[in-house]
């Protein structure tokens, strides 16, 4: 018997989830305030059905994913009437768990995965493959924290327990405290006339964040104001120290700055090799790139396209596992590419 998710917001996150889910035998019926929104979501496939109103939407629910604005999400929360289990997707959680009704089946959950572009246009069911899935246990029962995992797997993604406040206090240096560096950094520079004909690579990866919509971001960031502000105040901190090794000429300090950050960095991600293929500006490349990935079977981590300033072509940046750089590079140069 199929089971029913209830999507209360069909935005990119929350369109993406009924997606997901669609794809793995879920009926999905959605709610949203915006009718323009919840209309697309469904000519995207990702509702079964438009319910009338959010009463209507939970009446059969066995899951309520809470997918709308964090105050909506925390006002719904409140009222919310259902023996369904709930979960939500907000960025910040103890304001949300904190306003759970009593005796509700809640699970906090936060998606640790986006898209610069907002909506359910942009809504895809492989948004949260490989992602961290942030699920909260605080007061929840142990069954419904596994019930959770187990549909967040079922997905593609990685769940991982923590409390509210763990999760708050973490996602204000990993998430919150970049997405203000990039809107600073790129509200610092815009105005030098040099900018645009030499910003490249890493103002590119630094700042591009900066290029998401900002619609729900103000009221995330105020609500995890505490945590977000002792991130602040440490990189603070930590600017000042360069700033002063800089003014005292201190090379030294400097070099241990960065060469510690360098080595902190590698053991944030699993490693990775670089592989740089040279792209000439005519048709067929990418589909060439394609067979050499096929042929040499690597593992993908990432990739980069850097566009030539002046025409066509580039350099794209493949990004895998260590020991599968040769065999890539091998498979390349059968296609006829000159890799860096």
Do not use: C, Y
Request: hydrophobic share 45%; net charge negative.
């Amino acid at each position: 018997m199929k089971r029913t998710v209830s999507i209360i917001g069909t935005g990119l996150i929350g369109a993406s989830v009924g997606l997901a889910l669609r794809e793995t035998g879920w009926t999905a019926i959605g709610w949203d305030t915006h009718p323009s929104a919840l209309e697309l979501a469904s000519d995207r496939g990702a509702l079964d059905r438009m319910a009338g109103s959010e009463d209507e939407a939970v009446a059969d629910a066995d899951l309520v994913v809470l997918a709308g604005p964090l105050g909506s999400i925390v006002e719904t929360v409140g009222k919310l009437d259902t023996g369904a289990l709930v979960t939500d997707v907000a960025g910040v959680k103890v304001p949300v768990v904190e306003a759970a009704g009593p005796g509700l089946r809640f699970v906090g959950g936060h998606p640790m995965a986006g898209r610069e572009h907002a909506g359910p246009a942009a809504a895809t069911a492989a948004l949260f493959r490989g992602a961290a899935w942030i699920v909260t246990d605080d007061g929840a029962d142990g069954q419904d924290v596994d019930e959770l995992a187990r549909i967040i797997t079922s997905i593609g993604a990685v769940p991982t327990r923590m409390t509210a406040d763990e999760h708050d206090r973490v996602v204000a240096s990993v998430s919150h405290l970049p997405h203000l560096i990039a809107a600073a950094l790129v509200n610092r520079v815009a105005g030098d006339p040099g900018v645009r004909g030499l910003a490249a690579g890493s103002f590119r990866d630094l700042t591009r964040v900066a290029a998401s919509d900002p619609g729900f971001w103000p009221e995330v960031l105020v609500a995890n104001r505490d945590h977000l502000s002792a991130s602040l105040q440490g990189l603070v901190d930590e600017l000042d120290i360069l700033h002063q090794a800089i003014l005292e000429g201190d090379e030294t300090s400097i070099h241990g700055q960065l060469d510690s950050a360098q080595a902190l960095r590698r053991d944030l991600a699993p490693p990775i090799v670089r592989v740089r293929v040279v792209l000439q500006d005519k048709p067929g490349e990418i589909s060439a790139v394609g067979r050499a990935l096929e042929d040499s079977a690597v593992d993908v981590r990432d990739l980069q396209l850097r566009h030539a300033p002046h025409g066509g072509g580039g350099v794209l940046t493949l990004s895998v596992r260590p020991g599968e750089a040769e065999p890539l590079k091998a498979a390349l140069l059968a296609e006829g590419f000159t890799t860096e």
